[in-house]
């Protein structure tokens, strides 16, 4: 069993094209967050250091785990 303090908030599952697939859990809402554009690219960072290309995604799903209280 996890600790309390190990929960996340979120668990994200992301499609990108090319096929690849991810899912992963965080406190970081990746559809919010700040975006940093690179050559191109729009990237996210999370607090446990996924960087996600978000002009690579072909599809996200978000489970929110808990609400913040």
Do not use: P, W
């Not at 600790?3 to 992301?14: D, Q, R, S």
């Not at 559809?31 to 996200?60: C, H, M, P, W």
């Amino acid at each position: 069993m996890r600790n309390t303090g190990e929960l996340k908030k979120y668990k994200f599952y992301l499609k990108f094209k090319g096929g690849n697939n991810l899912i992963f859990e965080t406190n970081t809402d990746i559809r919010t967050a700040e975006r940093n554009k690179v050559d191109g690219g729009i990237f996210v960072e999370t607090e446990n250091s996924y960087t996600i290309n978000l002009a690579q995604l072909e599809k996200l799903n978000v489970k929110i785990l808990h609400e913040n209280t």
